[in-house]
């Protein structure tokens, strides 16, 4: 009989790989880590013990879900402009206050109230894009999470950095401080066409290509981007992307709402991943991505929550459910976006826009044990025929009781294990109160 470290019996296990599979009375093996073994829990007792051993029959285990967009830091200003247009949500309230505010203490305290919120809600990696991502990458670190480190590009300056020369100056110290982290990635990280010159962009493909790394952008999101565009450039942004050689298999598009058919095969053709960010798009009124129709030409098709100040939460099983109804309606066609897809949405298509679909995003030997378990138990879930469906249509975060993370236990019962919610909690009530000061102030 071979000795591990976590033995995990459940009632339900949902791999991924292969997708649109359930596994029932399954167990999961853990060791260093990493999975070793996903086998019926017979022959779990037969083959295996383990020095902790969970017994979860009425839960479903499942891959830690992968925001693969969001603005961490942005949790302090969650509620602090709704109901607005996009242009007055931005130009007049986020980025002013974010020059009045955004400093080293914000991005820690944000990005804590943040990753606190992912864990609980059984998200085990994000795809940052902010400023100070060396302090993200501190408090990621500290708290266990897998996390892509967004290096933010822009054209104007900001308390991160004063110029496009800087911001890529300090963007490879900050690959460098993690080049080797089990845990953490970096990917350059241009805000969109519209807030990048071509000077820029060429010099972010340069630095990618030199490190192999992502490239994370909001591209397409909204008409008006796209009518700016052709004003000021006479072509839209993908053309111009295109020209400028940024478009391959590490580039990782944002929000994608204004495509023409021609611009889906032009994703396909370059390996381009799209990441749907439907409760954002819909708050804000963006538009509608065409998720179906991108998913049959073949792009790979993950899922973000944007930030909390856009959303209003970082709930990946929320965003699962809104991209499924969604993408139906959008199509015209019920069959359209299924549960299993949505779940593969969520969990590897994720991995494989970061490049690390070989570590995480499904529940195989020799990919890294980042697990969740989900209670189908409670009169809210019950009854069960397809947990597939169960949790994209019925399940709620709150269901989420344990995250595993390279083995380790992040969220046990509902309790964080690496990270002090009162003091979040307290520290987020002075920013709340700083915040709402100044506002009235100006």
Known sequence: MQHLDILIYAGWVIPVEPENVVYEQHAIGIQDGKIVAVLPSSEAVRHFSARITHRLTTHLLMP???????????????????????????????????RMHVNKEFVLDGTQLAIAEMLRSGVTCFNDMYYFPDVVGEVAEQ??????????????????????????????????????????????APHAPYTVSDSSLISAQAMAEEFDLPIHIHLHETVGEI???????????????????????????????????EEINLLANHGVSVVHCPESNLKLASGLCPVAKLLKAGVNVALGTDSAASNDDLDMLGEMRTAALLGKIVSKDACSIPASTAISMATLNGAKALGIDHLTG???????????????????????????SQVVYTVGRDKVTDVWIA???????RTLTSLNIHDIKAKTYLWRDKIISNSENH
Request: hydrophobic letters at 40%.
């Open 64 to 98: 830690g879900l992968i925001n693969t967009h969001t603005h961490a830091a942005m949790n302090l200003l969650r509620g602090f402009a709704d109901d607005i247009h996009l242009n007055e949500w931005l130009n007049e309230r986020i980025w002013p206050a974010e």
């Open 143 to 188: 708290a266990g999470i897998r996390a892509t480190l967004g290096l933010i590009l822009i054209e104007f300056p900001t308390t991160w950095a004063k110029d496009a020369e800087e911001y890529l100056k300090k963007a490879k110290i900050v690959h460098d401080t993690y080049r080797d982290h089990p845990l953490i990635k970096t990917a350059l």
């Open 227 to 261: 009518e700016n565009a052709i004003e000021n450039n006479g072509e839209r942004p993908l053309t111009r992307l295109e020209k400028l050689g940024l478009l391959s298999s590490r580039l990782i598009g944002v929000h994608a709402t204004q495509l023409k058919n």
């Open 362 to 388: 499904s529940l195989v030997p020799g990919k890294s044990a980042d697990i969740i378990a989900i209670n189908l138990h409670d009169v809210e879930t019950q009854p069960v025929y397809n947990p597939l």
């Open 407 to 413: 083995g380790k236990h992040l969220l046990k019962s």
